[in-house]
C-alpha cells in the first residue's frame, strides 16, 4: 500500500509540472517573395504570403470536396 502511495506521489510530481507548461502565443505575419517565377514562366514582382501559427486551420467547403 505505502509502495504504491509512493510511486503514486513520484508520478504525480513529474507528470504535473509538463501538463501545466504553457504553449507559445500565437503569431502572425506576411513573408514577400520578390521577383517571384512559377514554373510556368510567369513572374510576378511582388508575392505576399500570410501565415499564422498556433491558429486553427480551415478549409472552406468547396476545396475539401475538392482536395485529393
Same mark, same amino acid.
Given at each position: 500500500? #505505502?509502495?504504491? +502511495? %509512493?510511486?503514486?506521489? %513520484?508520478? +504525480?510530481?513529474?507528470?504535473?509540472?509538463?501538463?501545466?507548461?504553457? @504553449?507559445? %502565443?500565437?503569431?502572425? $505575419?506576411?513573408?514577400? %517573395?520578390?521577383? *517571384? #517565377? *512559377?514554373?510556368?514562366?510567369?513572374?510576378?514582382?511582388?508575392?505576399?504570403? $500570410?501565415? $499564422? @501559427?498556433?491558429?486553427?486551420?480551415?478549409?472552406?467547403?468547396?476545396?475539401?470536396?475538392?482536395?485529393?
Amino acid at each position: 500500500m #505505502r509502495r504504491s +502511495a %509512493a510511486l503514486l506521489i %513520484a508520478l +504525480a510530481s513529474i507528470t504535473l509540472p509538463a501538463m501545466a507548461a504553457d @504553449s507559445p %502565443a500565437p503569431r502572425e $505575419g506576411s513573408w514577400v %517573395a520578390r521577383d *517571384f #517565377r *512559377f514554373h510556368t514562366g510567369e513572374t510576378v514582382p511582388e508575392l505576399q504570403l $500570410g501565415y $499564422g @501559427s498556433g491558429l486553427p486551420m480551415t478549409v472552406p467547403a468547396h476545396l475539401r470536396a475538392n482536395a485529393r
